[in-house]
């Protein structure tokens, strides 16, 4: 005996065709933050966006922080003692830096932070 939707066009209650084996959880998920340790926050745990930096090594090369990034040598575009202000935080320790060439991708361990009170009392 054909189904009453069968001919009709009408769609039958969705049944699944096989059955859905209940497997019991063996396993728990907790989500909670833990503390940055010392490898990977460091010497920039206090670097916000629009914090100074100062570069204290050249990096050998510079990618661009667009949203089609280039790569390309530092030819003494970018040198050692350039300030800069941070734009935003990338993983593993890689800053975008804006600085007066162009904003660039650096690596944490080029720059460090610049601390504008040291020298304001210095010049006193």
């Not at 745990?45 to 914090?51: H, P």
């Not at 530092?74 to 600085?99: C, E, F, M, T, Y």
């Not at 991708?105 to 504008?116: N, Q, S, T």
Request: charged share 20%; with cysteine.
């Amino acid at each position: 005996m054909p189904s009453p939707a069968a001919g009709t066009g009408l769609i039958a209650a969705s049944v699944p065709r096989f059955p859905l084996k209940q497997t019991p959880s063996s396993f728990m998920v907790r989500c909670q933050s833990s503390p940055p340790t010392p490898a990977a926050g460091g010497a920039h745990d206090g670097l916000r966006i629009g914090s100074p930096v100062v570069l204290v090594e050249a990096p050998p090369t510079l990618k661009t922080a667009v949203s089609m990034p280039s790569l390309k040598v530092n030819n003494g575009q970018v040198k050692a003692g350039d300030v800069g202000r941070i734009v935003s935080r990338k993983p593993k320790d890689v800053w975008a830096v804006r600085l007066a060439i162009g904003t660039y991708l650096i690596d944490g361990k080029h720059f460090r932070a610049l601390d504008l009170d040291s020298k304001a009392e210095a010049s006193c």
